[in-house]
Structures are given as structure tokens and as C-alpha cells.
């Protein structure tokens, strides 16, 4: 089972996209929400609160 390359939520069989970029890197989203947030506008997933990075960032602090 494959798991989104920017919010971290598990993708079910047959859903999501899988991404390949040029130097073989493999990347897995499971909405157009988190491709655009990785690929076209460059964000780090720990500082967006809806991904599961910025949970544990948050969760470590506290």
C-alpha cells in the first residue's frame, strides 16, 4: 500500500497518482490538492496543518 508523498494518508489499491520525476524519484499523492501543494508551488508538507508532518512537528514541541 502506498502512502501520499506530501500529507502522508495510506492511498487504497487503484487510487491516487503515481509521479515520476527525472532522477527516478518515485512520488505518490493521493489528491490533485497535494500535487499542487508539492510540485507547483514547492510547500513543505511540516508547514501545512492538514498533513500528518505537521502533526508530529507539533505534537514533538508540545
Known amino acids: 500500500m502506498a502512502i ?3 500529507c502522508g494518508n495510506a492511498l487504497r ?3 491516487g ?3 515520476v520525476k527525472t532522477d527516478g524519484r ?3 499523492f493521493c489528491s490533485m490538492k497535494c500535487e499542487k501543494n ?3 508551488l514547492g510547500r513543505k508538507p511540516r508547514k501545512m496543518k492538514w498533513t500528518e508532518a505537521y502533526q508530529k512537528v507539533k ?3 508540545a
Open 38 to 40: 508539492l510540485l507547483k
Open 13 to 15: 489499491k487503484g487510487t
Open 17 to 19: 497518482k503515481m509521479y
Open 26 to 28: 518515485i512520488l505518490y
Open 59 to 61: 505534537k514533538g514541541a
Open 4 to 6: 501520499c508523498s506530501f
